[in-house]
């Protein structure tokens, strides 16, 4: 974002400076001149989200092929654009005997459906998601540069049908090359239906959501994922808490680091479905429900004094992060059966036991 100030300081002063040219010389050639190159800039100026790099296997060999539309009048019409047939723009709607052929219905459509899709396969692969970091991965995915990016990879602007005077300036518009895109999935949902598009649509954005997920994750101050992410089905259950009781547990003072790996009479921890991002918690309260464990948990928001005892989050106050109403910062500190177990830092209490409960279990010599 840093580096996109300076960009967009630029467009804005060209931008500025166009228009003062076209005031101090009204000569109608000048002014559509300058228009075209105003136009131009808007195009051209945007605001990047951060680079997703999803990753589609050796050689992209899992990037879905594009599937094709059966209807040759939706195929021509999602490809053609607006500016071909340069109707006017102010007409607030068409007659019945003479709709627009133009694609923008279709983008109006593909932009729903990709919101649909997205927002459902999002909430299938990280099913505790919670809605503000879901809003933020979902506005990386539709996002205008994710969009484009989609659409090059497949060179749906190759095929636009575009005003001549304008094809070059518009085939290169990140806003256009997006708007075609999602132009497609809209003539694919009314050429086969919205189970054909979801085919398609959820191979090709879940590494997609996978990155952005990250980078979300990463933004929240929360630790790089060392488990894959959760995926709902209906066949998946949690486990008893008969059978989790029922098995025989190490003692938490052994020095021994306790093996995860599957053996007669302990379930296979290291396959077992935990959220990503409470994955440390999860095992750590299990661990001490089996051993009835008393845990308490001690928050701080950092700003009590360092050193005043029980609510001292346990930093030297140099290191002390403190939030801010929009971004909370929390501290917490894990006390079982009296004795401390470990500390951790997050923008949500959640996150910060999650950080804490890793600690914990490294005390209690369990290796995750």
């Known amino acids: 974002m840093q580096r996109a100030l300076p960009q967009a300081k630029s467009a804005i002063s060209s931008i500025v400076r166009q228009l003062r040219a076209s005031i101090a ?63 006017p723009t102010h007409i607030f709607e068409d ?35 919670r809605v503000g970091p879901s809003t933020k991965i979902r506005a990386m995915i539709v996002g205008n540069s994710t969009l484009a990016e989609i659409s ?17 300036t518009l085939r290169a518009s990140t806003n256009i090359q997006a708007d075609v895109f999602e132009s497609f999935v809209g003539g694919l949902y009314l050429d086969q239906g919205l189970e054909a598009v979801k085919a398609w649509l959820n191979p090709l954005f879940r590494p997609f959501i996978t990155a952005a997920y990250h980078i979300v994750r990463q933004q929240h101050g929360l630790p790089p994922l060392t488990t894959p992410p959760l995926s709902a089905s209906p066949s998946s259950s949690p486990p ?9 547990s190490p003692s938490p003072s052994s020095n021994s680091p306790i093996s995860l790996a599957p053996s ?12 990503a991002t409470i994955g440390h918690l999860a095992l750590f309260n299990q661990q001490l429900q089996k051993n009835n464990r008393q845990v308490e948990w001690v928050y701080s928001d950092g700003g009590e004094h360092v050193g005043n005892g029980y609510c001292d989050p346990g930093v030297p106050a140099h290191l ?35 950080e804490a409960a890793k600690e914990g279990l490294e005390k209690m010599g369990i290796v995750v």
Do not use: C
């Open 264 to 275: 007669p009479g302990h379930p296979d921890l290291s396959s077992a479905s935990i959220g």
């Open 320 to 354: 002390l992060v403190k939030g801010t109403q929009t971004t909370p910062v929390w501290y917490v500190k894990v006390m079982v059966d009296g004795e401390f177990y470990g500390r951790g830092r997050g923008n949500t209490k959640k996150a910060a036991r999650n």
């Open 25 to 87: 010389h009204p000569s109608p050639h000048l002014a559509d001149l300058e228009l075209k190159g105003i136009r131009s800039n808007l195009f051209n100026f945007e605001l990047k989200m951060p680079s997703l790099n999803p990753d589609f296997g050796i050689d992209e060999s899992l990037f879905p092929p594009l599937p094709d539309i059966s209807s040759p009048a939706i195929k021509q019409q999602v490809y053609t654009h607006r500016s071909f047939y340069a109707r």
């Open 95 to 129: 007659h019945p005997d003479d709709p627009s052929p133009d694609n923008e219905k279709y983008e109006h459509l593909g932009d729903t459906v990709i919101g649909l899709s997205v927002t459902s396969l999002m909430f299938e692969m990280y099913p505790g998601l």
């Open 240 to 248: 008893s808490s008969s059978s989790s009781s029922s098995s025989p």
């Open 152 to 168: 090059l990879r497949y060179k749906l602007p190759d095929r636009l049908r575009l005003h001549t005077a304008q094809s070059i």
